[in-house]
């Protein structure tokens, strides 16, 4: 089976400006969690979505949002960027909600200038 | 909230010499505790989880209730073990959320 796949692998964006990040999971996976991760702050946990809904939300702020499609795929959004939002977004996937192991793509790596 | 704490940045060893890398956790129910590594331009992938009571790579590792631990062990650290090792924490409640240590850097010197 495929991996997980993300995209764009690289992204520049300017403060103020949106952006939009994909991820697609292995193949039959449901379940599709996102983690920002920085050199401060490490890895953390963004959300979850499940069969089409947002199943998990971590402590970020509502800039941060994300969908799911019937096809099991993602995609995060954040708006209003900010330089502190530069990091590599890595998403996730498992079969259901109760995984055993997540299987993580490559990530996407945000620079905010 | 539930806490992962891995107290050592950085654990720089001989090959052939043992390794241990700690993780002590808060979290006041039972959760499910797991070791993910990062080889150099690689992702994230899992190691082992407690609940399989496994061995991979040589690597071992025992979750201590009393003690609230997940260190994970490998008696002859060899220089492929160089990597990133990550411990994280899931509760059930929580669907696949995954609380992450701040990692710890192996480096395995020949």
């Known amino acids: 089976k495929a991996g997980v796949t993300q995209t764009p692998r690289y992204l520049i964006k300017t403060r103020g400006q949106q952006v939009t990040l994909s991820c697609s999971p292995i193949?039959?996976?449901?379940?599709v969690s996102w983690y920002q991760q920085t050199p401060g702050q490490g890895l953390q946990f963004l959300f979850e979505?499940?069969?089409?809904?947002?199943?998990n939300k971590g402590n970020f702020p509502g800039r941060f949002s994300g969908r799911q499609f019937s096809n099991s795929r993602s995609e995060m959004n954040v708006s209003t960027l900010e330089l502190g939002d530069s990091a590599l977004y890595l998403c996730?996937?498992?079969?259901?909600?109760?995984?055993?192991?997540?299987?993580f793509g490559p990530g996407t790596r945000l620079t905010v200038t | 909230a539930q806490r992962v704490t891995q107290p050592e940045k950085l654990l720089s060893v001989f090959k052939g010499a043992p390794v241990e890398l700690k993780c002590n956790y808060s979290y006041s129910g039972s959760p499910e505790l797991f070791w993910y590594v990062q080889y150099s331009r690689q992702r994230l992938q899992l190691l082992l989880r407690?609940?399989s009571r496994e061995s991979i790579k040589g690597f071992t590792a025992d979750l201590n209730k009393g003690e609230t631990s997940f260190h994970l062990k490998k008696p002859f650290a060899q220089e492929e073990d160089s990597a990133m090792y990550y411990c994280a924490l899931k509760v059930k409640a929580a669907g696949n959320k995954l609380t992450f240590g701040g990692g710890t850097r192996v480096l395995v010197k020949p």
């Open positions: 996730a996937s498992s079969p259901g909600l109760a995984g055993l192991e997540q299987y």
């Open positions: 193949s039959g996976h449901r379940s």
């Open positions: 979505y499940f069969s089409e809904t947002q199943r």
């Open positions: 407690h609940i």
